[in-house]
């Protein structure tokens, strides 16, 4: 059974940074596509940023292109979500996902609980 786990959430001020984890039981390396979800209060959970492919091919929603940077560390079966210059926009749930299928769209096997940011103005 594999489980994401993220960590890293946390209050911050406007134009600060943050670094969130996602650290999987399993090989990362068995997953094909990865990627950061997030949920604001009272809205939808989106997807943010992905990773894929094995040249970690990356893609960010436009709201946090040329801010946010995801990467991963097979070695350490880490999933990373470098987060730039934030704004109270970026306050939400941050979720973790994985999928070992080679496809597209948002639909994942695996998902991590949640890691919570806030950013205040």
């Known amino acids: 059974q594999v489980r994401l786990v993220e960590s890293g959430g946390r209050l911050v001020q406007a134009g600060g940074s943050l670094r969130l984890s996602c650290a999987a039981s399993?090989?990362?390396?068995?997953?094909?596509?990865m990627a950061w979800f997030r949920q604001p209060p009272g809205k939808e959970r989106v997807r943010v940023a992905g990773i894929y492919g094995a040249d970690n091919s990356a893609y960010y929603t436009d709201s946090v292109k040329g801010r946010f940077t995801i990467s991963r560390d097979n070695a350490k079966n880490t999933l990373y979500l470098q987060m730039n210059r934030l704004t109270p926009e970026d306050t939400a749930v941050y979720y973790c996902?994985?999928?070992?299928?080679?496809?597209?769209?948002?639909?994942?096997?695996?998902w991590g609980q949640g890691t919570q940011v806030t950013v205040s103005s």
């Open positions: 996902a994985a999928d070992s299928k080679v496809r597209a769209g948002t639909v994942y096997d695996y």
């Open positions: 399993g090989r990362i390396f068995d997953f094909y596509r």
